[in-house]
């Protein structure tokens, strides 16, 4: 009657606290108006973290999402890293872990948009508890070794020292022994040196590394100095625990009498921590004891009790040892129709959990794929009208270009029908002998360079005319640097081309080294590589070929910058060289989108041939064309292996240096 009593008094003290929460959170919010309120912000958000604590989740996340909207109105950057990281927990607290990974992912983006870096910790750490919860403990890691260099540019003690635990659980999770010991220990020294709490909580953990390693005498001298830990800091819960574990390492040595004897005093220590699950685990324990020692009797009673109370809990790994440990009893007793009942209810109730968790385990799949199909349709849709609005505004563009290109060509001609009257013959002739070659280089210049040209051009008159301002006009440089990069590119490949339209093309072979090219050409691609996120590696050995070096230059300048057109941000492009018999193999090997085999043919032929890039880049379909006629001037060869998907391989191969 009196427990009764004094559980309805804590429910009736708890529930008018969460009462004043309320009462107070709503006289706060309206107070909030200004950026200069931030007081008032952080006192709200220290009651709603009360109410959390208190299991008022619903009630947090209304009041946290309120808070969220006014951070936003005032421009309160912090406070909208905050309420997105109490937004995630809460989310996180009810296996929501879609929602909470995401609003930890907003709640980092405003803390490192202010540089916060004990929130840019806790938010890592938040998002490590989430990967480590779905079995991605390598990511988990990343996150807390992240949040463990935070902490200690901040100097936080108590979070680095958690932060060092979790990656000892991460580690042990993984099997990895000594980083585990390492971090565990970590943590502990910590906990010592700076007088914290739960350092017996701690070197538990270890303790339970070792017996999980079958170092149980280790960890036995780690539990007896856990013990006298908790002894002096009063923790009943920490003893609790290190008496359970200890009376583990006991019952692994079969000392069944030290083993009781720490199992009696788990079951003193955890009443006073209220700690229900280790107290019925010992219950348990001691029968399995009992039935070592050939009590029996006492045995069923233990065994009878533990498993009452394991069942109303719902706590089935625990139950279904109890079922072996019974099923071992009847088995000493002689009653082998007794331990058949129990292995055949362990089998039953075994192949129940194994179905329910596979239901959770498919409905939490379905609950997660739902949520990221509905983030994925909102991107979507954002995606769409970005689309829709770029192709709007690239339409209006190219009604302007052309109807500047009109006026302008109109206006070349009518002069030069006035001026060139007298010589129209001549030049008809002219025009008409390079006519093919004039007709492709109109169109490539129509459509390619005069597209880049324009834009620079339009950027720089946008900065001349102080449109934009000198800090905007930096930010688009890159891309003005970019531009200028592709249009320098474009036009040596006209060049080029052109000549040997013209049959101007000669080769002038000398002895050099092709390694020497390539570092020089992986220096020039190596901000746009970066860019892509692309990287560029160099396996070449020294090489002497005899052939033209500044045609292998530009040779190897188109065929690098078309690989990295066709990779994606993590692919790689690699140069590597196989020695023949009197020639040398290069191989410029990348890991991109690769070629479709029914266009491979196109690559080389007289009429030009190009696709978009990964990243919609654009071309002229000259580059490969110009290398192919370079290559055989030099009394080479090139060709192309590729797979869809995979990569491709552009060999050349060049003749020795004598």
Request: hydrophobic share 35%; aromatic share 8%.
């Amino acid at each position: 009657m009196k427990k009764a009593c004094l559980t309805f008094v804590l429910l009736l003290v708890s529930y008018a606290n969460c009462i004043s929460q309320e009462h107070i959170l709503d006289d706060i919010i309206p107070e909030i108006k200004t950026l200069s309120d931030t007081l008032h912000f952080e006192k709200a958000r220290r009651e709603v973290q009360n109410l959390f604590n208190n299991k008022e989740s619903d009630k947090a996340l209304t009041y946290s999402n309120t808070l969220l909207e006014i951070s936003k109105h005032i421009g309160y950057d912090k406070g909208i890293g905050d309420m997105h990281n109490q937004i995630g927990t809460i989310y996180n607290s009810v296996d929501q872990s879609v929602k909470a990974f995401r609003h930890y992912e907003m709640a980092a983006v405003y803390f490192n948009k202010i540089k916060y870096t004990l929130g840019l910790a806790t938010t890592n750490n938040n998002r490590a508890i989430i990967e480590q919860k779905r079995g991605n403990f390598e990511k988990s890691a990343e996150y807390l070794l992240e949040s463990n260099t935070q902490y200690e540019r901040e100097q936080d003690s108590v979070g680095l020292s958690n932060s060092f635990n979790n990656l000892g659980n991460v580690y042990a999770a993984l099997g990895d022994f000594e980083s585990a010991k390492k971090y565990y220990n970590k943590s502990i020294i910590i906990k010592k040196k700076k007088r914290l709490d739960r350092v017996g909580i701690m070197m538990n953990n270890l303790a339970l590394l070792y017996i999980d390693n079958k170092k149980a005498d280790s960890a036995k001298s780690i539990l007896l100095e856990s013990l006298d830990i908790g002894k002096k800091d009063n923790n009943s819960r920490s003893m609790a625990q290190s008496y359970s574990i200890l009376a583990k390492v006991a019952l692994f040595n079969k000392d069944y009498k030290t083993a009781k004897k720490y199992y009696d005093s788990t079951l003193v220590t955890g009443k006073i921590a209220q700690w229900k699950p280790l107290l019925i685990n010992a219950k348990q324990q001691l029968g399995l004891i009992a039935i070592e020692t050939k009590d029996f009797k006492k045995a069923e009673n233990l065994l009878s009790a533990s498993r009452r109370e394991f069942a109303a809990l719902g706590m089935t790994p625990l139950l279904l040892k109890n079922y072996q440990y019974a099923a071992k009893l009847d088995s000493a007793k002689g009653n082998f129709a007794g331990a058949f009942v129990w292995q055949k209810r362990y089998q039953e109730l075994s192949n129940q959990s194994s179905s329910e968790a596979t239901a959770r385990k498919i409905e939490k799949t379905e609950s997660h794929y739902k949520a990221e199909l509905e983030q994925l349709k909102v991107i979507d849709a954002q995606e769409k009208r970005e689309r829709q609005t770029k192709e709007t505004l690239f339409t209006y563009r190219l009604l302007a270009f052309i109807s500047i290109g009109i006026f302008l060509i109109i206006s070349v001609f009518l002069i030069m029908i006035i001026r060139t009257r007298k010589e129209r013959k001549r030049y008809i002739k002219e025009l008409n002998e390079s006519n093919e070659v004039k007709n492709k280089l109109f169109s490539i210049i129509s459509h390619d360079l005069k597209n880049e040209i324009h834009g620079l051009e339009g950027s720089l008159n946008l900065m001349k005319e102080e449109i934009i301002s000198t800090e905007e006009f930096k930010e688009i440089v890159p891309i003005l640097a970019n531009r200028t990069h592709q249009t320098s590119i474009l036009l040596n490949n006209l060049l080029n081309w052109s000549k040997s339209q013209m049959k101007e093309l000669n080769a002038q072979p000398t002895t050099f080294d092709i390694a020497e090219v390539i570092g020089s050409k992986f220096t020039f691609f190596k901000p746009k590589a970066e860019q892509k996120d692309i990287k560029l590696i160099n396996k070449l050995d020294s090489t002497m070929i005899f052939a033209d070096k500044d045609m292998f230059d530009i040779v190897a300048q188109n065929l690098i910058a078309n690989a990295i057109k066709f990779c994606n941000p993590g692919d790689s492009i690699a140069l590597l060289s196989k020695e023949k018999e009197d020639r040398y193999e290069i191989c410029f090997q990348d890991t991109g989108v690769g070629i479709d085999p029914d266009h491979i043919h196109k690559l080389f032929a007289e009429d030009t041939f190009t696709t978009e890039g990964t990243q919609n880049e654009t071309g002229t379909g000259l580059g490969l064309k110009i290398c192919k006629e370079l290559i055989e001037l030099n009394k080479g060869e090139i060709k192309v292996e590729s797979t869809p998907g995979k990569g491709s391989i552009f060999s050349i191969s060049l003749p020795k240096a004598a």
